[in-house]
C-alpha cells in the first residue's frame, strides 16, 4: 500500500507554488515582463564568472576520476578544511574539517541537523514568520515543528511567547537570520537573550537544547547592518548553510553543516551526520560542486542588486502607508497589508498584475511577502502598478 | 541529547571500508600498484569524452541560470522526458516522464521508493547475497530489512525459503540483478517465477506487495547473457537507476526512480517522491548534471575493460578449484573460500597483499567478494598472487 502521508500531502499546494503558476500562466497572456512577480526566492543575478571558469578548467585538465569519483562520506576532506578555514577566519570560533560535514543545500543541512537531536515526538520550536518549508523538513522526521508567534513591532524574537512554550520536550530552536520573509537580521541583544534562555533552560531541564541556524542568506546583508553571528553566541549550536543564494546555485544542492567547536561531541556529530545519509539517500553533494565551490570560498556572486531594489520597494511602500520594518538583508520584504486578511489583499492585487504572498503560511497572517530577487528595471516598473493598486483599491488611506 | 541510533552506529565499522583503509595504508609502505585491492567497488573507467565536451560547452555557452537554477521538484522536465523516452524505448515499456522521478543516484531512488510502500514496522526482504548497505537504507527508515539466504547453486533466488519468509508483514521485496556481490544476473525464468508469487500473495493478502529493483549495473552485461528488464515482468515494481557505474560518475549522485507505467497511481507515486524529499532534505540531483545525463543518455563509459577482467579471474580462480558462479554482468565475482570461515581466508589473503572481502556482511558466509573495477595489467599480475597463496597457504587442494 502507498503511505498515505504521502498521498495526502499531494492535495496540499504551496501558496508560493500556486501564485507563482499563476504568473507563469498570466505571463503567457501579456508578456511575463508585465507580471510583477514576487512570488519566488529565486537569486536573480549570475554565479561568479571565476566559479565558471574552474569548471570549465577542472573539466579541460583533470582525470575524469578526480572529478567525478565517490566522495567520502562526510564531504571531500579538502573542501571540508577549505570551509572551516574560511569559517574561522570570518567568524574566531576555532572550526576544523572535523566540524564541517557537506550536504546537498540548506534542506539536505537541516534534515541532518534535526536527525541528530530529535526523535519522533521531540519538539523542535521556530519562530514567526518563518520559512513553511519547515514544516514538511520537521514533521516528515516525526519530530514535532511549533512556531512561536511573531514580535510584530521589529520580527526580532517574541520571548514572552516563546518562554512559555519552551517545555521539556523541546530538543532544538531552529533560527533563519537574514529571514525569510521578513528581511530582517536579529540583533545581537536578540542572540544573547536568546542563548541565555536555552543555558538555563538547558540546565534546567537536564538536556541540551540545541540551536539550529539556518543560513542561505547570510551573504545578504545591507549596508550599515550589523550581522552577527548565531553560533558566537552558543556553544550548542549547529549551522546550516546553502550556496545557493550566496553563489546563485539553487539547482546544484550544494551547502554544510558546521557543528559549533566548542560544542560537546562535535566531531561525533558530524561523523552521525554520516550514518544519517545513509537513512537518508543523500550521500554527498556533488563532487565536482565542491571542487568548484572550494575555489570561490570567499566570492559571493554581486549581490547589490537586492538592496537596490530593497530601497526602491522600502520607500515606495513607506510613502504609501504601509507599515514595514526594513530589511537589514536578504531578497525578501514583509509590509503588512492594507486590509485584515491578507488573503483578499492579494487576491486584490492580481488585478494589477502584482504577485504578492500572503503571510499566513509564514505564520503571521495580515502580512505579505514579496521576494524582490528580479531586475530592477522591474522593480521600478511596478511602483506605478503599486500606486494605483493602492489608490483604487484602498482610497481611504 | 544526540540521538542514540546514529551515536551507535559509530562504533560499527563497515568491512569493506576496514579493508580498503588497509590498501591504501598497505600502498604507502609498498606502492600502491603493488596491493592487489580488490575492495571496493568504483568504477575505474573515464566518464565518455562526450559528457565532459558537454559540459564545458554548456558552461561556456549557457546562461548560468538556466544551468544553476533550482530544479523542479521532481527532476527538469526536459530530462525526465529523455529518460522515459530511452526506456521506453529499450524496454519497450509505454514509459513517460510522469513515471520518472531524479534522485540523486541509487541511495537517493531506494530512500523514495522505501518510504514510498512502507511504514515504520512493516518489512522488507531482500535476497543474499545482498549489498550491505541495503541494512541501513532500509532500517533507518523505520521499516525492518529481513533477507532470504542465498541459493548458492548459481545465486538465483532461494523460493523455498523465500515463500516461507513472505508473510503479511511484507511490503515490498527488493532485488538486485546484475548483483553485487555476486555478478550473476537474475533469469527471465528466475523475475517470472518471483512475478508470479508476488501476484498470488498481493492478493491473497489484500494489499500490493511491491517489486522495487535497485539496477545500477544494468549496463554492465557480459557478452552472450541475456539481462531481462525485471519491471517487464511484474506491473507493481519500481525501477531505481542511477548513472554511477554505467558513465562512471559515482561522486555526481545522479540517478532515477522509475515507477512502472503499468503501476496502479504510476503518476501519484512520482508525485508523492517529490514530498518524501521535503522530508529527507534531498531535493533533487544537481542541475547541470542531471542536464549533461540526458545529452549522453544512450552512452556508457568503455566498460568493456571489466568484462576482460573478469574472464582473466574466472579462469584463473576455477583453474586452482574455486568453486565460482561465472558472472553475467558487473565487476564484481563471488567464489567460495578455500576454508569454512571466510574471514580467516581473506585474513589470510593479506599476506600476499590480495585484498579480498568476506560474504559475510553480503549474508554469504564462507564467500568472498572481488570488485575487479581495476586496472586489467594489475588483475594479470594478481594472477600470480593468488597462485601463490592458493598453493602456499591451501597445500592439500
Do not use: W
Request: proline residues 6%.
Amino acid at each position: 500500500m502507498l503511505v498515505q502521508k504521502y498521498k495526502d500531502m499531494l492535495s496540499g499546494k504551496s501558496v508560493i507554488r500556486q501564485l507563482s503558476e499563476f504568473a507563469t500562466a498570466r505571463g503567457k497572456e501579456i508578456g511575463y515582463e508585465n507580471v510583477f512577480d514576487y512570488s519566488l526566492g529565486n537569486p536573480s543575478v549570475p554565479v561568479p564568472q571565476e566559479f565558471t571558469d574552474k569548471m570549465i578548467e577542472m573539466l579541460s585538465t583533470k582525470a575524469p576520476s578526480e572529478l567525478h569519483g565517490y566522495s567520502p562520506s562526510l564531504g571531500i576532506t579538502a573542501v571540508r578544511e577549505t570551509i572551516a578555514a574560511s569559517l574561522e577566519r570570518r567568524f574566531g570560533l576555532p572550526y576544523r574539517k572535523e566540524h564541517i560535514f557537506m550536504a546537498s543545500g540548506a534542506a539536505g543541512a537541516l534534515a541532518h541537523a534535526f536527525r541528530l537531536v530529535t526523535e519522533p515526538g521531540d519538539e523542535i520550536l521556530t519562530f514567526a514568520p518563518f520559512f513553511p518549508e519547515y514544516n514538511p523538513y520537521v514533521n516528515l522526521t516525526g519530530a514535532q515543528l511549533k512556531i512561536v508567534p511573531p514580535n510584530t513591532e521589529n520580527f526580532q524574537i517574541n520571548f514572552e511567547a516563546f518562554e512559555e512554550m519552551l517545555s521539556e520536550k523541546v530538543m532544538a530552536i531552529l533560527v533563519n537570520t537574514p529571514n525569510n520573509p521578513s528581511g530582517v537580521v536579529y540583533s545581537a541583544e536578540t542572540l544573547q537573550r536568546l542563548a541565555d534562555i536555552l543555558k538555563k533552560k538547558s540546565e534546567e531541564y537536564g538536556h541540551i537544547i540545541y540551536l539550529i541556524s539556518d543560513e542561505p542568506y547570510r551573504e545578504i546583508v545591507f549596508e550599515g547592518v550589523d550581522a552577527p553571528c548565531v553560533s558566537a553566541f552558543y556553544d550548542n549550536s549547529i549551522m546550516c548553510y546553502s550556496f545557493s543564494k550566496s553563489l546563485s546555485l539553487p539547482g546544484e544542492r550544494i551547502g554544510y553543516v558546521a557543528i559549533n567547536p566548542n560544542c560537546a561531541d562535535a566531531e561525533d556529530m558530524v561523523n552521525m551526520c554520516g550514518q544519517i545519509s545513509r537513512g537518508t539517500g543523500h550521500n554527498c553533494p556533488p563532487s565536482i560542486i565542491q571542487l568548484a565551490v572550494a575555489e570561490v570560498i570567499d566570492m559571493t556572486a554581486d549581490l547589490s542588486v537586492y538592496e537596490t531594489n530593497m530601497n526602491l520597494l522600502y520607500n515606495e511602500l513607506t510613502a504609501l502607508g504601509f507599515t514595514c520594518v526594513k530589511p537589514g538583508g536578504t531578497f525578501y520584504i514583509f509590509p503588512k497589508a492594507l486590509e485584515e486578511d491578507a488573503k483578499v489583499f492579494c487576491e486584490k492585487a492580481l488585478k494589477y498584475d502584482l504577485v504578492l504572498v500572503p503571510g499566513d503560511s509564514f505564520g503571521a497572517p495580515g502580512y505579505f511577502r514579496m521576494a524582490y530577487c528580479i531586475d530592477t528595471e522591474k522593480v521600478e516598473r511596478s511602483l506605478a502598478a503599486l500606486r494605483k493598486f493602492v489608490t483604487e483599491e484602498y482610497p481611504q488611506r
